[in-house]
């Protein structure tokens, strides 16, 4: 199984930055994609970035050039830079793991609220 946590969330500025962490641990070697999911109030969840075993990323064209993925093998930790924010960006802000195939997530953090204020 895998455990995950994140970190960083907050209040921030229109036009500021945060950056997101999310912990793995537990069988971490069997994750294939790591994903930071973002979901508003009254929408659905939306995929935000994606990041596999060997280091390919992906983003959603609503944060292209403004949020960027990375890992740390070592601290089995993924981030998440967000820049530019706007208030459009507000929302619990999960990662999850995808271990058995790379499309379909078996594990869940709780989530970490970004509220940008206008």
């Known amino acids: 199984q895998v455990q995950l946590v994140e970190s960083g969330g907050g209040l921030v500025q229109a036009g500021g930055s945060l950056r997101l962490s999310c912990a793995a641990s537990?069988?971490?070697?069997?994750?294939?994609?790591m994903g930071w999911f973002r979901q508003a109030p009254g929408k659905p969840r939306e995929l935000v970035a994606t990041i596999t075993r060997t280091g390919s990323t992906t983003y959603a064209d609503s944060v292209k050039g403004r949020f960027t993925i990375s890992r740390d093998k070592a601290k089995n930790t993924v981030y998440l830079q967000m820049t530019s924010l706007t208030p459009e960006d507000t929302a619990n802000y999960l990662c999850?793991?995808?271990?058995?195939?790379?499309?379909?997530?078996?594990?869940w953090g709780q989530g970490t609220l970004v509220t940008v204020s206008s």
């Open positions: 999850a793991a995808a271990v058995r195939t790379p499309g379909e997530y078996d594990a």
């Open positions: 537990g069988m971490t070697n069997s994750i294939r994609v």
